[in-house]
């Protein structure tokens, strides 16, 4: 059973930052892929960011490049994301997930492992 455990959510202004960690168990942390969704009221989960075990290759929605930076710790089997220049449209429950997998057009949480989810709301 996977267990991720998100942190780091909270309200901040718009152009502020957030940071957001995400701990995992060593057989989940141990998933090619892992990566950061988020679901904003009234829409569907949307992916944000991924990062791979091997390489530390990154991936990111046009919505955040630029702003939001991915990485992970090896060591401490945790998955960050770093949110500068923040904005109202930010503002959503934002999901760790392992196990991605690239479907040609988008990453997906093959297996459906989710955290818990922690809100980060952005005001104007």
């Known amino acids: 059973q996977a267990q991720l455990v998100e942190s780091g959510g909270g309200l901040v202004q718009a152009g502020g930052s957030l940071s957001l960690s995400c701990a995992a168990s060593?057989?989940?942390?141990?998933?090619?892929?892992m990566g950061w969704f988020r679901q904003a009221p009234g829409k569907e989960r949307e992916f944000v960011a991924a990062?791979?075990?091997?390489?530390?290759?990154?991936y990111y929605a046009d919505s955040v490049k630029g702003r939001f930076s991915i990485s992970r710790d090896n060591a401490k089997n945790t998955v960050d994301l770093q949110m500068n220049s923040l904005r109202p449209e930010d503002t959503a429950v934002y999901y760790c997930a392992a196990d991605l997998k690239w479907n040609g057009s988008g990453w997906y949480n093959a297996y459906g492992h989710w955290g818990q989810g922690t809100q980060v709301t952005v005001s104007s």
């Open positions: 990062i791979r075990l091997i390489g530390a290759s990154t």
């Open positions: 060593r057989r989940t942390f141990s998933s090619f892929v």
